[in-house]
């Protein structure tokens, strides 16, 4: 009796052990009313993106024009570039020439159309771009502020506003 009484007790304890790993599975297997489930949509495979089309610009055809010097036609100095003013739409408008002064002191900047400079020849650092104003004209610009109606120096002379649809 004693045999068939620790049989008993084996064979139990094997089937409690048997049906934990079965009961953890379903447990697992089964959603928690806590966390919800959550089914991801089926991820498509995205398109590789065109590569950038490149354009190449001679070492003489293009300079960048920040900090050049400005002299007028009868070769006074003008000051020089410190900013380029562009539109909504991009376009180049104008520049900012921090004009007068000394070692940075006394200086203004004013505002001069684009198509008042003329960049024929600026290959090196030492090349300055010419404005076709005179030296008095840029005198009398009004001075440039961040933040308040941009007035240009036109190539003619006259000041007129950059206008920007509001």
């Known amino acids: 009796m004693r045999a068939r009484i620790l ?11 048997l049906a934990a790993p079965a009961s953890a599975q379903a ?12 089914t991801a949509p089926p991820v498509a495979p995205k398109e590789p993106a065109p590569p ?9 055809d293009a300079h960048g024009v ?9 070769d006074e100095d003008m000051g020089r570039i410190v900013d380029v003013i562009v539109d909504r ?12 002064g000394f ?17 024929g020849r600026i290959a090196s650092k030492s090349d ?12 009398a610009a009004p001075e440039y502020k961040e933040d308040t109606p941009i007035v240009v120096l036109g190539a003619s002379g006259s ?4 206008q920007f649809d509001h």
């Open 7 to 17: 049989s008993m007790v084996v064979a139990g304890s094997l089937a409690v052990s």
């Open 27 to 38: 447990d697992a297997a089964a959603p928690q009313p806590s966390q919800p489930q959550e």
């Open 52 to 60: 950038p089309s490149v354009t190449i610009i001679g070492a003489r």
């Open 66 to 74: 920040l900090g050049r010097d400005v002299r007028s036609p009868t």
């Open 89 to 100: 739409a991009g376009s180049v408008r104008a520049a900012v020439i921090d004009f007068g």
């Open 103 to 119: 070692l940075g002191v006394g200086s203004r900047k004013i505002v001069v159309d684009w198509n008042a400079l003329h960049f």
């Open 128 to 139: 300055s771009i010419t404005l076709e104003l005179t030296k008095g004209q840029v005198m």
């Open 159 to 162: 000041l007129q506003p950059l």
